[in-house]
């Protein structure tokens, strides 16, 4: 009996963000003994983090530009390291990393430090990257759940705060029934197919199977809970609302780019033909999604809701790529991915540097006056909220402009309008933000916290991402703008096929 | 008809019996736990007629065993009362849920004898540990792994959520 040949370099940025986990774990135990200081532990620990995190990155950043795919083992290929894997972790990797140094002074802030916090993210992600490689359906279940289980922990993080409870308890019972029906289409398109593996699935997938499409359906409806699409939706808000800040965005970004990453996969390498009947489905749900986001955002005064019910839309939004079932419609989705990843972590990561005393800053109350106390910190925050809105001259735009531009062309105008419709009508909600920040005063001032090194470094690193993919569309050569970021990204979907 | 065949069908309808029971047992939580008991072992019983020792093993070890006592400690924490489930409430959800069932379990039975592929012959070692060991730690190791580190996270996600003090 031969040994399996193992392409070890294909799980290594999986292996560096699991093993992570492991040193965080035993590092937190042998600091605690040596030291005393929980402010020193914290930033330890997130510099462990951030540096294992950023090892996955470069694997995957040299993965990306190597351009070859590597599966981990061939006779069996279950994960792939290739342009599209390259593409989603490096995404997911960023972001995480990023998160990781708000959280340095974050943490201590509302009162949570402990080590866990960063072991749990580091296994969560893991779970992600498998996730985003999966190429049979049992690995892509268990990246699902090792992304999953690290997070309704997290969302609980806050012990002592009921809502923090509360979030974690619906979260747990949401998810886990989502897992169970995308469990059950796993087991019904095994049971049509005879396998797991995508490449096998494509090949034996009978076309008109009703047991095959009841299957695929349900598969794609586990995806809609996870990425929060309406009808599924419903958990969204509470979740975000009770979690921690950092746990908010940390679900709210990496998650979706780690769900839609995968059901592109899913999609494009296992049901290929099959996914062009499913276009009706995803009209549907982005319309849908569209809708419900912006209208209910409308009338939010938390601002972690307010953010939630956004980030339904912009899940809304990036259905209408998948609704376009072509090339450049899930290009325009990869690209959108990018944009949401660094806006959304910006406009998070103004309300983590606000938090201070054991208290986040969480209603919209909160922001009056930011601009006479903290004028960098309201700047910001109008930024990042009229990216999210859309408006040229930010990457938002630009992202916006790629999707409503692939529907056109795919003949899906109306989608394309209802999209339209949707950004005009969350001007009126993004807007609310710097409206409260420059025009009210708060009743009570209370003196606010300087944002520390580590938030400051996600605001600058979000800023100059979102100016710059905003500003620099064009095509120049030698010059990385939005167009060469779209182009990596079709490239990276035109090897899925 | 022969043994096997014979176990597979009584044990098979044990199982749905038994699990209709622990589903239409609302009031006694206990009894409807002890009812997934039944349908634990009974399930288990198919496995050994179906050649797969190891699974029916562990089948028994952890849902029979683990599993449900892990239940009865929650029932016996949550200390239920009989009026905790009012029928007034569940009538409606229980048309709902009766009426679903009947149409899933209808289509199912018009649609899986025209949908299902042929099944193979299974190898003459299935079922033997050797085999199971082969699998596990060759064919499958990547999802081995990860799942080794999937209980990780869900053991210090037990500890953070529930140790008294977290310093």
């Known amino acids: ?497 | 008809m022969s043994a096997p065949a014979v176990f597979f069908y009584l044990f098979g309808a044990a199982a749905v019996v038994s699990a209709l029971a622990m589903v239409l047992n609302v009031r006694n939580t206990v009894a409807a736990a002890m009812s997934l008991v039944v349908t634990m072992i009974s399930l288990a019983v198919v496995y050994v007629t179906l050649e797969a020792h190891l699974v029916a093993a562990l089948q028994i070890l952890v849902y029979a065993g683990a599993i449900v006592v892990v239940f009865l400690f929650v029932v016996m924490l949550l200390n239920l009362r009989r009026d905790t489930f009012a029928p007034s409430r569940q009538l409606l959800t229980k048309g709902a849920g009766v009426v679903l069932a009947l149409g899933v379990a209808g289509a199912f039975l018009q649609l899986v004898p025209q949908a299902l592929p042929t099944v193979q012959e299974i190898p003459p070692d299935f079922g033997s540990y050797a085999a199971v060991g082969r699998t596990l730690y060759r064919d499958f190791v990547l999802p081995f792994e990860v799942t080794s580190f999937l209980l990780l996270a869900a053991i210090v996600g037990a500890v953070v959520l529930a140790k008294r003090r977290l310093d």
């Open chain 1, 1 to 497: 009996m031969n040994a399996p040949q193992l392409d070890m370099a294909a799980i290594a940025p999986l292996a560096f963000a699991a093993f992570g986990a492991l040193f965080v774990l035993l590092g937190e135990v042998w600091l605690t003994r040596r030291r005393t200081n929980e402010h020193f532990i914290n930033a330890a620990l997130s510099v462990l983090s951030i540096s294992f995190l950023g090892l996955s990155v470069y694997c995957a950043g040299a993965a990306f530009s190597d351009g070859t795919t590597r599966v981990f083992d061939p006779a069996n290929p279950m994960l792939s390291l290739d342009r599209f894997a390259a593409y989603s972790i490096a995404l997911i990797g960023i972001a995480s990393l990023l998160i990781c140094f708000a959280s340095i002074s974050y943490l201590p802030q509302v009162g949570i430090n402990h080590g866990e916090y960063y072991a749990l993210l580091l296994l969560s992600t893991a779970g992600m990257f498998l996730l985003v490689g999966a190429t049979d359906l049992m690995a892509l279940f268990l990246g699902l759940e090792l992304m999953s289980i690290p997070l309704y922990v997290m969302a609980g993080f806050d012990r002592r705060n009921l809502r923090s409870n509360e979030s974690a308890f619906k979260y747990f019972l949401v998810g886990s029934f989502a897992s169970a029906i995308l469990l059950y289409g796993i087991a019904l398109v095994y049971g049509v197919t005879g396998s797991l593996g995508f490449d096998a699935i494509r090949a034996g997938f009978p076309p008109g199977n009703p047991i095959g499409i009841v299957g695929l359906g349900l598969l794609v409806v586990g995806f809609a809970f996870k990425v929060a699409s309406a009808p599924f939706h419903q958990w969204a808000p509470d979740v975000y609302e009770g979690a921690p800040t950092s746990v908010t965005a940390y679900m709210a970004i990496t998650v979706k780019v780690a769900a839609f990453a995968a059901l592109l996969r899913l999609l494009t390498q296992a049901f290929g033909p099959v996914t062009a009947s499913l276009s009706d489905l995803f009209w549907v749900l982005a319309a849908l999604t569209i809708v419900v986001g912006n209208v209910m955002a409308v009338i939010q005064t938390n601002l972690k809701r307010l953010l939630a019910y956004s980030s339904i839309a912009h899940a809304g939004y990036l259905l209408i790529g998948f609704a376009t079932g072509t090339v450049e419609g899930y290009g325009a989705v990869l690209f959108y991915l990018l944009v949401y990843v660094f806006t959304n972590l910006g406009a998070f990561a103004v309300l983590m540097a606000l938090a201070q005393g054991g208290r986040d800053c969480d209603t919209l109350d909160d922001l009056a006056g930011l601009a006479r106390q903290r004028p960098g910190l309201a700047a910001l925050l109008t930024l990042f909220a009229l990216s999210l809105a859309g408006i040229p001259g930010t990457a938002g735009f630009v992202a916006k402009f790629f999707v409503f531009e692939s529907a056109v062309a795919s003949g899906q105008t109306v989608l394309a309008i209802i999209g339209v419709l949707g950004s005009v009508v969350s001007f009126y909600y993004y807007l609310r933000l710097p409206v409260q920040m420059y025009m009210s005063e708060a009743a009570t001032e209370t003196p606010r916290r300087h944002a520390a090194t580590g938030e400051l470094l996600v605001l600058a690193v979000c800023a100059v991402v979102v100016l710059f993919l905003g500003f620099f569309p064009s095509h120049a050569p030698g010059v990385l703008g939005a167009v060469r970021a779209l182009e990596w990204a079709r490239s990276s979907v035109a090897m899925l096929y």
